[in-house]
């Protein structure tokens, strides 16, 4: 519950790996700092994650690079950051095969 940050990169985890990831956003109210990069979560892990950051009121950073995400998932996590108290500063979603409509949400 005090953590601040988590770092998850490079595991190479997929979806499974997202579940019990989003479930404990909720359990750190102090968390700040998230880093995803290098997973394999795909539109859904996206999707599961995005209910998480939903309840995050503090969180600054969220880095989800290189995490399949496409539109979708993209989707997904930009509606979640607008619901998450307006603390984020930095959202990096670099390499997850956005079109060009993808980036518009």
């Known amino acids: 519950p005090h953590l601040e940050a ?3 990169s490079m595991n190479f985890f997929g979806v499974q790996g997202a579940i019990p990831l989003a479930a404990s956003i909720g359990r ?7 880093h995803i990069m290098g997973n394999f979560i795909g539109p859904t892990g996206a999707a599961r994650l995005s209910e998480g ?11 989800l690079e290189e995490c399949s995400l496409r539109e979708a998932g993209a989707t997904r996590v930009a ?4 619901h998450c108290g307006g603390t984020l500063e930095e959202l990096r979603l670099d390499r997850n095969a956005l079109a060009h409509s993808g980036a518009l949400h």
């Open 28 to 34: 750190c109210p102090r968390l700040t700092h998230l």
């Open 79 to 82: 509606e979640a950051v607008l």
């Open 53 to 63: 950051i939903v309840g995050s009121g503090r969180l600054q950073t969220l880095c």
């Open 6 to 8: 988590m770092d998850f």
